[in-house]
């Protein structure tokens, strides 16, 4: 079989040398030297001055949605995972939905309203698949409407825009760090700041909001990254270049198959894809369900990401009307990508997709 996502991990010998250290100091968690150490690698290697890790990448949200203090309407994409808007309504707060750009499939400036930017208070967009977001554009209509930007950089790690990390752009920026994604920490998230009183309050919101008094004057959660997760990305950074260079070059061999046969994301330019995934788009629903179908008969995996369009849910009704996000949707997806894929199993995966697309449209 090939799986759709294979976690990468570090030889064992490695992990079990920092747990062994782990294990001798008896620290387990609460922002101790492993996490501390992780966090200034992970901030030198995206150039952002202000970084904070947490448990995961969904909380990252919640953090940064805390930290700057964000209230009523936030204007979002549907097309993203369930996180993003969830992570919205769950905090009490009003996704709004903006239609998303064709070719770069991320939230389309153009269709966001003068009503929605009139009574939001922040923009939360995704770089999605690790593509770049038109930030300047974003950056100047938060700027004429005074709205904070959130991005959702899940996909972004190793992505660059105008040679700067992804993470840079927004007065917060979230990362995953989910076992699936080109780094991982087993489970994990951070968030980059901006502004440092903005990362300092962060600091305290994740630990229950005690101050260096220990005294719980913000209201809080426990969002904290243990020592053990701190560690399986400290030894990931082992590998970092080859996994991120490797992911890359598998990405453009998916391109160079079959770029002629389905439409394939158009990024930013001077952003370069960083592997995150591998999206197809088919001309129609019936086409992705048979091409899905043939490569599941051949042992590959696929999966539909992002499906189904968030403003069609039920739980969103009224969010906003995407015609756009709503067909990309029902069109899109996702084929193998992992560290330890191999040019030939692509290879392979592009000659099943060619073969059955050829027999598919032959047909009509």
Do not use: W
Not at 100 to 105: E, G, N, P, R, T
Not at 195 to 221: R, T, W
Not at 279 to 296: D, F, K, M, R, T
Request: glycine share 6%; with cysteine; proline share 4%.
């Amino acid at each position: 079989m090939i799986p759709i996502v294979k976690p990468f991990l570090p030889e064992l010998s490695l992990y079990n040398a920092q747990v062994g250290q782990i294990f001798d100091r008896n620290y387990l968690t609460n922002n101790g030297p492993v996490l501390r150490e992780l966090e200034a690698k992970l901030a030198e290697y995206f150039g952002v001055p202000h970084l904070l890790l947490v448990a995961n990448g969904t909380i990252a949200i919640q953090i940064a949605l805390m930290a700057l203090e964000i209230k009523g309407k936030v204007i979002t994409t549907p097309f993203s995972f369930a996180a993003t808007s969830s992570t919205l309504a769950a905090m009490g707060l009003t996704p709004e939905f903006a239609d998303i750009d064709a070719q770069s499939l991320n939230i389309d400036p153009k269709t966001i309203s003068e009503a929605q930017l009139a009574h939001s208070s922040a923009i939360l967009p995704v770089h999605v698949y690790g593509n770049a977001c038109d930030v300047d554009e974003l950056a100047s209509l938060a700027k004429q409407h005074d709205l904070k930007i959130i991005y959702d950089a899940a996909h972004t790690f190793g992505a660059k825009y105008k040679g700067k990390a992804l993470l840079s752009y927004g007065d917060a920026a979230t990362i995953s760090l989910h076992a699936t994604k080109i780094f991982h920490t087993v489970e994990g998230g951070a968030i980059a700041f901006k502004h440092k009183q903005d990362y300092e309050k962060a600091k305290q919101l994740i630990n229950f909001g005690f101050d260096s008094n220990n005294m719980p004057n913000l209201v809080g959660i426990n969002a904290k990254m243990s020592e053990l997760h701190a560690a399986m990305g400290l030894c990931l950074f082992e590998y970092i270049d080859n996994i991120t260079s490797h992911r890359a070059e598998l990405f453009q061999r998916y391109q160079e198959k079959l770029d002629s046969l389905v439409y394939m994301q158009e990024y930013a330019e001077t952003c370069r894809p960083n592997g995150a995934y591998a999206p197809i788009i088919l001309a129609n629903e019936a086409e992705l369900e048979g091409v899905q179908e043939h490569l599941a008969g051949l042992a590959i995996q696929t999966r539909r990401y992002f499906y189904p369009s968030l403003s069609l849910m039920e739980c969103y009704k009224g969010a906003g009307d995407t015609p756009i996000a709503n067909d990309i949707c029902s069109r899109v997806l996702c084929l193998p990508m992992y560290y330890e894929l191999s040019f030939e199993q692509v290879d392979f995966i592009c000659a099943s997709v060619s073969k059955f697309l050829t027999y598919y449209r032959g047909r009509k």
